[in-house]
Every structure is written in structure tokens, then in C-alpha cells.
């Protein structure tokens, strides 16, 4: 039996059986009931479980054929065959019943993350999936055309590359955004499916909000990552797929992730995965070498700003920088005054990589800018700088290939290598982690309570349709019996009073039908309200149609 994998505390669908659960037509399920998809009958998006436990549905070549009543004590007994359809139905019809009294539940959209992390994958994999952020909305827009899949966002670091949706169905979400992921890095799918972790609802929410808290970095309480998730989020206010849903989940996210580092301890003394590399590099070299080491950064971005504050802080203060331009190097050159930094453009980067001894590479390339070949022509470095180049690649996509560690003075470490820098202090880590985890499920049952408080949503705006309706209807009514002599400035005026006693009437319902989502018993209070004014007013028109078509469908069926 294949392993099921575990990802920040969640419960991670076992790669191996990922095919099974996107086929959405079995029947019987494994817990002996059966289900029905509604699309294939009605097109609509409901998953309807058609029996109770009296009643089984047996499906052949023909589909849905007839129906078995168990008994309780001896045995089954076979229904006549003029009757089959009919106990289907009934039986149906009663599950259709309870549901409306817990609709959102049953027909409530899922959250789903797919993706895969420095954890659970290599950068070698991580690196054909990466989406650059210019790409962000390109990739929501392809996402969200799928047929079940309603919202999307894309996180893509140097640490995880993971799709967020909100989908219709759950595992047809998962089948469409695999085969996305598939199609855009090529990918095979059963490929992807060994590195691959799947979250939903209440464990996709909780893995994002570690996420944003720096929990599931590799360098637990960074604070770049935190940065990363407001960068999705703003990149989503002009994206159309990211919708209402993700909206509030990366907005709590962020709260999260702000409320953990200003209400425990856990920042304190975080690194980076920059800082993490300076590390590493002071590991590698000869005692006190980072002092004399002649250091080329390669990218003049976030992340080498970070490099060369925490070069700085280790008593390096000679750093050529290579960048395209010589902007960001210069905003560089200005906020550290007390270190040299020699900006030179890009095509003399192998020139200054022949000086050093220690390169840092962090560039958006998607391409590597060193291969073997390079490594072998630069000249040799001195016994004085201990005779050995070392390559510190935190790219995603890498920017020193793999092949260049073949060359025997070279040392080539990428991200995934930083691990032997922050496997220290593991029990710190994990207390750390207890404080936040409270935050976070604080934050959790918030979002929560949100979530559910949007069900109301379509009952506020079938309601004030239902009364718009009536105003109308007896406006126009009442025009026509006060006939032509009505002046325009009357007119209005008998508009604006019916307007003003419908809304007087409404405004208590209203009110009663709105929620911020901060109080659960708040929540469970305005749903309870929701159901009863649907009732009331026989607002339930969307469960209704539903009814009828069933109903229509199994006559249909039972007078063949």
C-alpha cells in the first residue's frame, strides 16, 4: 500500500494513488455507498449521494439499472424490476430533503494546494515547474479555464512551487491542475506524481498560513517568504481568477504570518535563505577565509542585497557585483557605504568569475549561466584562497548547472544544500513552531467562520431580487391606475417611497443575514437565519430546480 506523505502537519494524498482519486464516476464508493454525478444526468455541478443505507444502486454497462434493499437480518431481497427506479428515487429525494437544511456544506466549493517544496522535491524538479511572477497572471487566467476549477493563485519561490484553487469539485481540480502543471513544464504526470503533495480545505489553509508564518521554510522564520504571499496577493487584485475566496484566504494568510513574528519568538535570530548561504560559504572555506575571499555576486536583486548584508556582517567588505544594469547595483553601492562594491556589467561576468574564489548566484535566468565548460577555463584559484572555487546557487531555476561540480576544483551547492546549515538547534525550531502553530489556529477558525459566512451572500441577493420584484410589479400597478395626469417629479417621488419602505422592511433581515466571519457562533446564528428566510420566502429556487429535474429524470426512466 502506498505511504501517505505528511506536509506542514496536513494530510498529503499518497502520490502513487493520485490516478484513483481523480476518477469522480465509480461506483459503489469503498465506504458502500453510492454516488451519482449530477452532470451527467442534469449538467449541474452536485455530487448527489442517491442512497441511504436501506438502498444500494447497482450500476452496469447501462448505468444506473436497479436497485437492492437489504434487510436488516436476513439477508437481501430483489426489488420487482417495475419498482427499482421509484425506491431510487425516493430514497433520493429524502437525502434531497436533509441537505436543504445544511446545503453550503454539501455543495460548498474546495480549497486545494498542489505543489511541491523544497521538503518533498528536488530543485532539480522544482526548477522545470517554476512560474516567474510576470508569468503569475498568464498561469491564473490557463487555470481557471478549466471546467472545475473556479479561483486560482500561483507561489513560486526558490523554496516551492505551489498552486492554490478553488474548485467545484475536488478531484477533478486536482486532475485538471496536475495536468496543467504537466503540460506547461513537460513533464510526464506520473512523473510529477512522485513529488507532488496535494492539501485540502482545512489542510490547504493551514499549510499556506505556516507558510506565510515561515514555518515551512527551510530556514524557519524567514521573513522573505512572508513578503512572497503579499506578492500574490497583489498580484491577484488585477489577476480576474484570483476570486473572493482566495482573496480571504491570502489576506489571513498574511495576518498569520505578521501576527506569529510580532507575538513570538520565533524571528528572532531567523535567517534567510541568503544568510544561510553566507553560511554556508564560511563553512566551506579555510578559517577566517571569508575575510580575504574574493567574492563575485551574480543578480543585484532581493536576495543579493540580503547576500551582501549578511557578507558584510562576516567581515567581507570587497564584493564585485555583475548585473545587467547598473541601477540596482548603485541602490546597493548606497545603502551599504561601508563596503566596496565593483559594479561590472554582465558580459564580464566570466572574466570577474575567474578572480573569485567564492560565487553566489541569484539571478531570475531561466537558463544556467555556468557549465562545465566555463568552470574549466577559469584560471586556477590560488593554495593562498585554499585552491577550490566554490559555486553558491540559491536560483530557481539554477544558474550553475549540475555538470559544473565534474570539475575537480569546483564545489557547486544550491538551495537544496542549505539544509546543513539550519539542521542545528532542531528542538529550538520546534518549540518556536508550538508558539506560532496557536496563532495559527486562531487564525484558522477566523477564516473559517469567513468562509462560511459568504453561503449568506446568495440568499442576501436572491431576497432583495424577490422584493425588487414585488415593488416593481406593484409599482407599475399603481401607475397605470393613477393614469397620464401624474407629474415626472410625482412619479418619482411615489418610486423613491415604495424604494424607501422596501428597504426599512429588508434592513433588519438583512442585517441578520451578514456576518464578518470573526464570531462562529455568529456565523452558525446567520446561517440559521439564512435557512429560515429561504423558507419563509421560498427562496430555495436553485435546490428546487434541482428537484424537478431529478424528479422529471426518474419518471422519465421509471415509464420506459
Not at 502520490?15 to 476518477?23: A, Q, R, T, Y
Not at 439564512?530 to 426518474?554: G, N, V
Amino acid at each position: 500500500m502506498a505511504s501517505i506523505r505528511s506536509v506542514a502537519g496536513g494530510v498529503v494524498a499518497p502520490s502513487s494513488s493520485v490516478k484513483n482519486v481523480l476518477d469522480e464516476h465509480r461506483l459503489p464508493t469503498s465506504s458502500g455507498r453510492c454516488s451519482l454525478r449530477s452532470s451527467s444526468i442534469f449538467g449541474a455541478g452536485l455530487d448527489l449521494p442517491l442512497l441511504t443505507r436501506k438502498f444500494k444502486l447497482t450500476h452496469t454497462t447501462q448505468g444506473v439499472a436497479g436497485a437492492r434493499a437489504e434487510g436488516s437480518g436476513d439477508g437481501s431481497q430483489q426489488l420487482p424490476a417495475s419498482h427499482r427506479y421509484k425506491v431510487a428515487s425516493q430514497a433520493a429525494f429524502e437525502h434531497l430533503q436533509a441537505i436543504k437544511n445544511n446545503r453550503y456544506t454539501q455543495v460548498k466549493s474546495s480549497i486545494l494546494v498542489l505543489g511541491l517544496s523544497v521538503h518533498t522535491c528536488p530543485v532539480s524538479m522544482r526548477e522545470k515547474l517554476a512560474v516567474p511572477e510576470a508569468e503569475w497572471p498568464r498561469a491564473i487566467g490557463e487555470l481557471v479555464e478549466n471546467n472545475h476549477i473556479e479561483e486560482a493563485a500561483v507561489l513560486s519561490t526558490c523554496n516551492r512551487m505551489e498552486i492554490y484553487v478553488v474548485a467545484l469539485s475536488w478531484n477533478r481540480g486536482v486532475q485538471e491542475v496536475t495536468e496543467w502543471m504537466s503540460r506547461t513544464s513537460g513533464v510526464p504526470v506520473e512523473e510529477l506524481r512522485e513529488h507532488l503533495f496535494i492539501l485540502r480545505d482545512r489542510d490547504a489553509t493551514q499549510h499556506l498560513f505556516r507558510v506565510s508564518s515561515g514555518l515551512d521554510s527551510l530556514v524557519l522564520g524567514e521573513g522573505q517568504i512572508l513578503a512572497q504571499v503579499k506578492q500574490v496577493y497583489k498580484v491577484g487584485q488585477t489577476a480576474p481568477g484570483f476570486g473572493r475566496n482566495l482573496n480571504g484566504l491570502f489576506k489571513q494568510a498574511i495576518t498569520a504570518g505578521k501576527r506569529v513574528r510580532c507575538e513570538t519568538s520565533i524571528s528572532a535570530g531567523a535567517v534567510s535563505v541568503s544568510s544561510a548561504a553566507v553560511e554556508l560559504a564560511v563553512m566551506k572555506l579555510p578559517e577566517q577565509g571569508i575575510l580575504s575571499a574574493k567574492v563575485l555576486i551574480v543578480g543585484a536583486g532581493k536576495m543579493s542585497k540580503l547576500l551582501v548584508k549578511h557578507l558584510i556582517s562576516k567581515g567581507c567588505t570587497r564584493m564585485i557585483v555583475v548585473n545587467r544594469s547598473e541601477g540596482r547595483v548603485a541602490e546597493l553601492q548606497a545603502e551599504f557605504g561601508e563596503a566596496e562594491l565593483i559594479y561590472k556589467p554582465l558580459p564580464e561576468m566570466m572574466n570577474c568569475a575567474a578572480e573569485a574564489n567564492v560565487i553566489f548566484t541569484s539571478t531570475a535566468s531561466e537558463t544556467p549561466l555556468f557549465y562545465k565548460e566555463h568552470a574549466e577555463q577559469l584560471a586556477v584559484v590560488p593554495e593562498s584562497l585554499g585552491g577550490v572555487r566554490h559555486f553558491i546557487d540559491i536560483s530557481v531555476p539554477r544558474n550553475v548547472g549540475a555538470c559544473v561540480a565534474e570539475v575537480p576544483t569546483a564545489r557547486v551547492y544550491n538551495v537544496d544544500d542549505l539544509k546543513e546549515v539550519v539542521a542545528a538547534n532542531k528542538e529550538e525550531r520546534k518549540r518556536k513552531a508550538q508558539e506560532a502553530q496557536v496563532i495559527i489556529e486562531e487564525e484558522l477558525r477566523s477564516f473559517d467562520s469567513w468562509r462560511d459566512s459568504l453561503e449568506t451572500v446568495p440568499t442576501i441577493k436572491k431576497l432583495r431580487a424577490y422584493a425588487e420584484g414585488i415593488r416593481t410589479s406593484e409599482l407599475e400597478k399603481c401607475l397605470n391606475k393613477m393614469g397620464d395626469d401624474l407629474t415626472k417629479k410625482n412619479r418619482k417621488l411615489v418610486e423613491e417611497l415604495s424604494r424607501g419602505i422596501v428597504n426599512k422592511l429588508l434592513h433588519g433581515p438583512m442585517q441578520n443575514l451578514r456576518s464578518d466571519g470573526t464570531d462562529a457562533r455568529t456565523v452558525t446564528e446567520t446561517i440559521e437565519n439564512m435557512h429560515a428566510l429561504e423558507r419563509m420566502f421560498d427562496l430555495k429556487a436553485d435546490l428546487s430546480a434541482l428537484e424537478k429535474q431529478f424528479k422529471a429524470a426518474a419518471e422519465k426512466v421509471s415509464s420506459q
